[in-house]
């Protein structure tokens, strides 16, 4: 006799539900948001998943049966899955995160004195076919001199530059725009130090072009680290490779303002200097990526956290010194009494 | 295998692509240079504007930015595209627009023509979708399909009202219009132009006879589906559009507020099976199929793309594609 098929609901497979102490989230890794459920939901998505309501309401109780209801109906409404009579079509997606690049991303700080030989440094990146570069000013430097600089990324592998400035009093507005669109490469620019500038007047005309202003000044790389709702990336390959790596060093490279290479500008460790050690050789030692592999759920708080595979870690600056599974000392968030605490961040002491 | 002294490179994977926006082709190779494999890129457009080369009866030599490509070199190729030039801006010279046509056409066919000689030469090896089977006639491939077993559209060519009256009919009114080719972009100014799929109305059509177009029962779509098929694996993709309005007919009318959801997809046995003979009796090992879960829930299968940028099936779903290919193609290199 022919079985008739029963409705049950399903998330779509890029919405994903993860599990915090107190509540949970649906993780929308196709449009990049993310939503609050409770987590007796959580447990309906997964532990029972792909049951019909009429299944719910034997294990939680009929009175449930509506709320069950209404909890499906809410997020099929707002997009985040479907009924369907064949779940079995349906597989999830597979999490195994896979990267042609030795190196993903790079940062490169400046701060005056040494100024490193970038076009040498971008050809020893693309070896690794590294895709993103950060190159973060903490002094002054001419657009001209700077514009030369990109020049060197025209034949590159890399695929996105992010520039962090200090702002100059006599560029204005259009200068940055046009060095943006000089350098398609270019994604977003970050403009500190206009505390005296009327460029802060003209934040949402430059936002709109990707580039964010801001009066603090930034002198060094312990500006770094910060954890908020509004770092969080959620997309499918920041999700997958939180499963099992590190979500800010896990194939990174740095090489700091006085030429040190590290895995990233803020910690202790150097491999060596650019002026006479290779990248290539760098990352082939030994405790270059000892930090690769911490992921969120070894991490003390984090493990507990609804956020841990949309939030980047931060392994320089953490809670407890010499722990290195402490949680970023520059989030405020506690999973515990879902409080986020916004004391400054440059009040707190690094590692 | 590869032999453990070093005389002669014996193993070269030819790649065969176009000048342009190839994301596709980019991200194999870098997966290729990951694995230390050797290879080597052709443009349809390069033979046409950088490299020198040479056919002969036995050999052929293709010189490109001073690397000679000996044909013996090579295993395996992988046919993505060729060429994105466009011929009326390739010869310009002042004079009667009719002649300057005219022999642009001729070179074009005879550019053509020496494409085919390069491809010739190369027909005993092993090709990731052969290019003589690349180019496909739709309606032939319909029946195909359906002689393999799937669902096809009920489907209609023809250049008369009467006939879309007598076939809308069949089909209480519920009928698209879809181009027969393959179809071509064409960019004007800024902005591209793409004829897709549209409904029709009988009632609206103020012509007796018109230039011939196809006609085909419209489907009531649950959703749509994508199919990747790579030597007998086939890795698919539901993509649900219906509930919008504005992406009801054709998934290319981006909606970039509530996108369509792109998830990964089972087709079930029987359906995958009949996939594997269709493509086996059109003689290609790799190729996008799309298919319609129809809300009768029939799978209906509408078309195949030999060339697709399979990227927009292997992000959304994490299938790591673009690694899956490279690897196939330095085993069959390596063979
Ligand atoms: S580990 Fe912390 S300081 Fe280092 S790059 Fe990541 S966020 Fe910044
Ligand atoms: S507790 Fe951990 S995972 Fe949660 S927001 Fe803070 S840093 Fe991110």
Redesign the interface.
């Known amino acids: 006799m022919l079985k008739t098929k029963e409705i049950v609901f399903k998330l779509y497979a890029n919405c994903i539900p993860v599990r915090g102490a107190k509540r949970s989230v649906v993780c929308d890794l196709q449009r990049g948001d993310y939503y609050l459920i409770p987590n007796i939901l959580f447990e309906i998505l997964t532990d029972y998943k792909e049951s019909t309501v009429d299944y719910l309401a034997d294990i939680y109780g009929s009175q449930h049966k509506i709320d069950i209801q209404a909890y499906f109906d809410t997020l099929q409404s707002e997009g985040y899955g479907f009924y369907t009579d064949s779940p079995e079509n349906f597989p999830d997606i597979d999490m195994k995160w896979q990267k042609s690049s030795l190196i993903t991303n790079a940062i490169v700080d400046f701060n005056g004195g040494i100024f490193h030989n970038m076009k040498d440094i971008i050809s020893q990146l693309d070896e690794f076919n590294c895709k993103a570069l950060q190159l973060r000013f903490y002094n002054l430097i001419s657009l001209n001199k700077l514009s030369n600089l990109l020049t060197h990324l025209k034949d590159s592998r890399l695929t996105s530059v992010s520039l962090v400035l200090r702002h100059d009093n006599n560029q204005t507005k259009d200068d940055y725009i046009d060095l943006k669109n000089q350098h398609q490469r270019i994604t977003d620019i970050l403009i500190h130090s206009c505390e005296t500038s009327s460029l802060i007047f003209k934040k949402d005309e430059l936002a709109v072009e990707g580039i964010a202003v801001i009066k603090r000044t930034i002198t060094d790389h312990e500006h770094c680290g910060a954890i908020s709702p509004k770092y969080f990336r959620i997309n499918l390959p920041m999700f997958s490779e939180s499963q099992k790596h590190n979500t800010c060093l896990h194939r990174k490279i740095s090489i700091d303002s006085k030429g040190d290479i590290r895995n990233c500008p803020s910690m202790p460790e150097s491999f060596g200097n650019i002026r006479d050690t290779k990248l290539r050789e760098a990352i082939r030692q030994k405790s270059f990526k000892k930090y690769w592999d911490i992921t969120k759920d070894k991490i003390t708080v984090c493990s507990d956290c609804e956020f841990r595979h949309i939030c980047t870690d931060c392994r320089a600056y953490g809670r407890e010194e010499n722990d290195i599974y402490s949680k970023p000392l520059k989030c405020g968030y506690d999973p515990y009494s879902l409080q986020w605490d916004r004391k400054k961040p440059n009040t707190i002491k690094p590692r | 295998m590869r032999p453990n002294f070093h005389h002669y490179n014996t193993e070269m994977i030819l790649i065969l692509s176009q000048n342009g926006l190839e994301p596709t082709t980019n ?1 194999v190779i ?2 290729l ?2 694995f230390n494999a050797n290879y080597i890129r052709i443009n349809g457009d390069d033979i046409l504007q950088n490299a020198r080369y040479s056919i002969g009866m036995e050999n052929m030599i293709i010189r490109l930015e001073g690397v000679d490509i000996h044909i013996d070199e090579i295993n395996a190729v992988w046919f993505r595209r060729w060429t994105s030039t466009n011929f009326s801006e390739y010869l310009d010279f002042e004079g009667d627009s009719r002649l300057k046509q005219g022999i642009n056409e001729y070179l074009k066919t005879e550019y053509q023509g020496a494409s085919r000689a390069f491809f010739s030469l190369l027909q005993n090896k092993f090709w990731l979708t052969d290019v003589r089977k690349s180019r496909m006639e739709k309606y032939n491939v319909l029946k195909l399909a359906s002689s393999c077993g799937l669902y096809v559209p009920d489907t209609l060519i023809c250049n008369n009202k009467d006939a879309i009256k007598n076939f809308s009919a069949l089909h209480n009114g519920k009928i698209i219009t879809k181009p027969i080719s393959e179809v071509t972009l064409f960019p004007i100014d800024n902005s591209s132009f793409v004829p897709y799929t549209t409904q029709i109305e009988v009632g609206e059509i103020n012509y007796e006879r018109f230039h011939p177009l196809q006609i085909q029962e419209a489907i009531e779509k649950q959703y749509e589906i994508r199919a990747f098929f790579i030597l007998g694996n086939i890795y698919s993709m ?1 993509i ?1 559009s219906q509930d919008d309005e504005k992406t009801k007919q054709d998934f290319r009318c981006y909606n970039t507020e ?2 369509n ?8 046995r029987e359906i995958e099976q009949n996939i594997t003979s269709l493509m086996g009796l059109i003689g290609l090992n790799c190729g996008s199929i799309d298919l319609i879960k129809a809300t009768d829930d029939r799978y209906i299968f509408l078309e195949i793309n030999p060339v697709g940028q399979f990227g927009m099936t292997s ?6 594609l ?2 899956e290919v490279a690897e196939l193609l330095i085993h069959e290199d390596k063979r």
Request: hydrophobic share 25%; glycine share 0%.
């Open positions: 991200e870098d997966w240079d990951y539901a649900f509530f996108p959801r792109h998830v990964p997809y089972k087709l079930p992000h959304p779903c994490n299938y790591n673009e690694k």
